[in-house]
């Protein structure tokens, strides 16, 4: 099997947001016409560019991670967060739990590993967990002739009866069998890990378990929505497939591997996460922490298509907010993820460095205004915007922009004004306690969180 690291010529390394120059010399492998191809290849994880005088190129990150190689060229952008602490985020973001031993296999795990590969390291460690706890199974009904009696014959198919001439039974009876939706596309999530892994170490434990899994599951092309069905039907004998679906998704669906090895088109090779994404599912995990135990309902990704209507009447497009939060039925507030650096000062400031963008705090006028109209209420429902807080020693020299800029009220003619509340949430703290085998229940009161079920009690 083709090692794609033994096509590398050229390895570009940065970190999340960041940015490097580089000579352009050093991409001088590259035709010009090939140039343009890697330049659009690597549009979703970095922006490239000329420098003054076209000698050297600027390699620009945002917040999306991950790793491409096309053509010679490997791009890895690397996370804000320790390898631990990514894998922590990405389990709580999906499952909403953290199994301590999970952790373990990374314990001296950096990016230098390769990002493909830790995503394939964990993977590997759900497959296990799935496997100690139970694989999915369920009975299938079969009918079908037999040399021998088992369930319930059908006589209808049996007659008319020949006596001794008989051979053959046919019955119905329920058979078990490992050959389920969840067994599938664990089965095709381990097959991309296994083109994905770079490293022989891991690819060989991947393909360990994509023959115990190929064993008891068929192959299948999955479609989206198959991946909805299958968290539609956990229960508390699949709950644990949960977090291995997500990472399956992730695989799967990103950049395909695939493609390296088919002849005559444009080699690519990679996986891109949206970190901006992954937090959304932290903030609606956390939120769930925060509020449920203090009796308030969370509504996620509800869409709301009445609420923009064309000449005629009819939904123009849906509006979406990320989580609805509500209390007895009556709708108190609106979150808005926003994985932004809003934290920090300006140089010789308290204020913001990048005060909350426009199109963000119009985005929350608008949900307030349309939940105050359609759930008929007194007064606009909270509106916030949670952003990521980091901790003390990813800060810098920086500070924290003071509680004055943390609220931002409208002022357009509305009878009582509303605001909107930004809210800085401590990530890194959150996940670094949880690796000292800290409770998620109780890291929410150790850090303040608790505080947010007021603001919507007010």
């Known amino acids: 099997m083709i090692n794609p690291k033994n096509q590398v010529r050229k390895t570009i390394d940065l970190a999340e947001y960041g940015e490097i120059t580089i000579p352009a010399a050093d991409l ?76 373990r296999s990374f314990a001296d795990v950096d990016w230098g590993t390769g990002f493909e590969d830790v995503l394939c390291m964990m993977l590997c460690e759900e497959s296990r967990e799935i496997l100690r706890i139970g694989l999915s199974c369920r009975y299938e009904e079969r009918r079908e002739p037999l040399t021998f009696l088992r369930g319930r014959p059908l006589w209808e198919k049996n007659f008319p009866w020949r006596g001794g001439k008989t051979r053959e039974l046919t019955c119905r009876y329920h058979r078990l069998t490992y050959d389920n939706i969840d067994n599938r596309l664990l089965l095709v999530g381990l097959r991309s890990a296994g083109h994905l892994a770079t490293s022989e170490a891991v690819k060989r434990k ?37 977090a291995a679906h997500g990472l399956c998704r992730m695989l799967i669906y990103s950049l395909r591997p695939e493609s390296l090895y088919e002849s005559g088109k444009h080699q690519i090779f990679g996986i891109v996460l949206d970190m901006a994404w992954l937090f959304e599912k932290f903030i609606e995990q956390l939120m769930a922490e925060t509020l449920k135990p203090a009796g308030f309902n969370i509504e996620s990704q509800a869409p709301d298509r009445k609420a923009l209507l064309d000449a005629e009447g009819y939904p123009y497009v849906s509006v979406r907010p990320d ?50 109209r359609k759930f008929n209420l007194p007064t606009p429902p909270v509106a916030v915007i949670a952003a990521p807080l980091p901790e003390e020693d990813e800060r810098g020299d920086q500070a924290v922009i003071a509680e004055r800029f943390k609220r931002v009220v409208w002022q357009a003619g509305a009878e009582k004004a509303g605001d909107v509340r930004l809210i800085l949430i401590p990530m890194t703290k959150f996940l670094r306690l949880i690796i000292q085998r800290e409770k998620p229940g109780d890291i929410v009161e150790k850090i303040g969180l608790n505080r947010i079920r007021d603001l919507f009690r007010d």
């Open 28 to 103: 001088s492998f590259l035709s010009e016409q090939k140039f343009q191809t890697v330049c659009e290849t690597l549009s979703s994880l970095v922006n490239i560019s000329f420098g003054w005088g076209g000698g050297h190129l600027s390699i620009k990150a945002g917040s999306n991670v991950g790793v491409i190689q096309t053509h010679g060229l490997r791009v890895q952008v690397r996370p804000a967060l320790s390898v631990k602490e990514m894998v922590v985020l990405i389990r709580y973001a999906l499952s909403g739990k953290v199994p301590l031993q999970h952790l």
């Open 206 to 242: 991947v393909f360990q378990f994509v023959k115990t899994i190929g064993d008891l599951a068929s192959e299948t092309t999955p479609e989206p929505g198959q991946f909805d069905q299958a968290e539609q039907r956990y229960n508390r004998l699949t709950e644990h497939y949960r």
């Open 323 to 372: 989580l609805i939060i509500s209390q007895s039925r009556t709708v108190c507030g609106v979150i808005d993820a926003k994985y932004k650096r809003y934290w920090p000062t300006a140089t010789n400031s308290f204020a913001p460095m990048r005060k909350i963008a426009n199109e963000d705090i119009y985005q929350l006028f608008f949900y307030q205004q349309r939940l105050q």
